[in-house]
């Protein structure tokens, strides 16, 4: 059972600064909810907190620290939750919108989540590099990733330590069942930060440039219950197919054809077993390393295990 | 908001129970809805993925080629049709010198004969040209998943397995013994393998 002290308690915290609460008035409210009302202990507290908010005229917004959970940014599984992390910027990325003043990576010693802090917040700007006390944060879901977003209530403090980043890196094995388009020999668009994939010379972006080679391979694992799509790089694409960025130009160039090297980097890798592991960024898995499954199966063990279903 | 389609799973059966199967069934009224084979385990397949011994092909097609390939696991034969629609699958198996092992991505098909039976078949994404290993931990792996459904079949949350016992009068039972006596099938080829005093050879319980 929760302690409805401790509850009363950071109720109490929440409110020092606005209103002139005891922890022992807190808790008789929440214990009149709670035994006599059988309220959720939850709900009691947000319908607690709801009525001092109303009390001192204040937003839910308004309210700091205190109450917040505290969940290690792998671990963020609810939309509209708020929290308090303290955490490492890993990244920063080039904000797409003129809406957005940062967007990229925060780690903690559970790994990564995406942060995005808004213009009309008006933050401090957060350094790559550094560690900072982030306090009412707020998540967001899209399409099952999950993410932090800033926004004008977070307290912002730079903390004088580092943080060993966790490694969130997911692994997932299956056969090899496709191989997607865009696959095998690509041309990456050259400007100062842009990595797009050309489609027909074409970046979605820059319009007509020149563009530079590159290997890699869209990918899809399927173990027969769930499928993982996964995307190899040029390295992990030269070591999975034995063919190196050279080779795959002078094989285009015979052909004067692109398609060949991903047709024979169907023909080397399809229909086989591979486990592999990386981040997951969306709905792939970046390929960090990989293993092909080729060792003999153990019959024998296989059996005893299947009997015993 | 549309979300992209998700990616349908490609089922691990083995050709006995997927020649077994006959019916198909949408899940709603959309024209491009995907089309299921019914498993007789009670299990629905849009897509399969399966490794065997391509042992003859033969093109049926006139005029056009029309590749069939019969490709053999150790219960049954899988029968894969590829034409024009499918020229990486179907360029793979004019190539191919059987006996070979190949591994298939593809989806179920059914016709019905003149008799009133369903055939079923399978029309190939990929076909490619594997190894043993990937033969034999296919047929490890199809074998785990056909007793898991087995396993599953009575369970009361099972809609399929519900759908499979209104549509099918077959002994569900049968699949275990099937399942099990393909990995034995396994076990016997390793001990062959072990003949030479290998010393990795496992020990007799």
């Known amino acids: 059972m929760t302690d409805l002290h401790t509850h009363a308690e950071d109720v109490a915290a929440q409110f020092s600064d606005h209103l002139d609460l005891t922890v022992d008035e807190v808790e008789e409210r929440l214990d009149n909810l709670v035994n006599e009302y059988r309220v959720p202990v939850d709900e009691a507290r947000r319908s607690v907190v709801n009525s001092y908010l109303d ?8 309210l700091g620290g205190g109450g917040n959970a ?4 792998a671990e963020i599984d609810q939309d509209e939750q708020w929290l308090d992390v303290t955490a490492k910027v890993v990244e920063l990325w080039e904000a797409r919108s003129d809406s957005v003043a940062q967007v990229g990576l925060l780690g903690d010693e559970t790994g990564t989540t995406k942060f995005v802090a808004f213009e009309t917040s008006d933050l401090p700007e957060l350094e790559a590099g550094t ?7 707020v998540t967001d879901e899209y399409q099952g990733n999950f993410s932090v977003k800033l926004n004008r209530t977070t307290t912002i403090t730079e903390v004088d330590e580092d943080i060993d980043v966790g490694d969130d890196a997911e692994t997932v094995e299956g056969a090899l069942v496709d191989i997607q388009s865009g696959s095998g020999l690509i041309k990456r668009c050259p400007e100062d930060d842009c990595t797009r994939v050309l489609q027909n010379g074409r970046c979605s972006e820059h319009g007509d440039v020149d563009g530079e080679f590159d290997l890699r391979i869209k990918g899809v694992l399927d173990d027969g219950e769930a499928v993982h799509e996964v995307i190899f790089d040029r390295e992990s694409t030269e070591a999975l197919t034995g063919t190196t960025l050279a080779e795959a130009k002078d094989m285009a160039m015979d052909a004067l054809d692109t398609t060949v090297v991903a047709d024979e980097m169907r023909t080397g890798t399809l229909g086989r077993y591979y486990r592999v592991s990386g981040p997951q960024f969306g709905r792939y898995v970046l390929v960090d390393e990989f293993e092909r499954l080729s060792d003999p199966v153990d019959a024998e063990a296989a059996l005893i295990e299947a009997r015993s279903i | 908001m549309s979300q992209a389609p998700t990616r349908e799973v490609a089922r691990r059966v083995f050709a006995r129970e997927f020649n077994d199967a006959s019916h198909t069934f949408k899940e709603s009224e959309d024209e491009r809805a995907p089309v299921y084979l019914l498993l007789p385990t009670g299990e629905r397949a849009n897509r399969v993925f399966l490794v065997g011994t391509l042992t003859e092909k033969e093109d049926v097609g006139e005029g056009d080629e029309y590749w069939r390939g019969r490709i053999v696991d150790p219960t049954g034969t899988f029968f894969v049709y590829a034409g024009q629609y499918q020229p990486d699958a179907a360029s793979t198996l004019r190539d191919l010198e059987p006996p070979a092992y190949v591994a298939v991505v593809g989806k179920p098909r059914t016709y019905e004969t003149d008799d009133g039976s369903v055939n079923v078949s399978v029309r190939p994404e990929s076909i490619t040209a594997v190894d043993s290993a990937t033969r034999d931990r296919w047929v490890a792996e199809a074998a785990q998943r ?6 599953t079949f009575e369970d009361e949350s099972n809609e399929y397995a519900r759908m499979a016992r209104e549509e099918y009068d077959l002994p569900v039972d049968d699949y275990r013994p099937m399942a099990l006596s393909a990995l034995e099938g396994l076990d016997e080829s390793d001990e062959l393998g072990s003949d030479d005093g290998g010393i990795d050879a496992p020990a007799e319980p």
């Open chain 1, 70 to 73: 505290s969940v290690g940014l």
């Open chain 1, 131 to 137: 560690v900072y006390r982030l306090e009412n944060l």
């Open chain 2, 146 to 151: 056909t007793l898991e459904r087995v396993e």
């Open chain 1, 55 to 62: 009390e001192a005229g204040l937003e839910r917004d308004a």
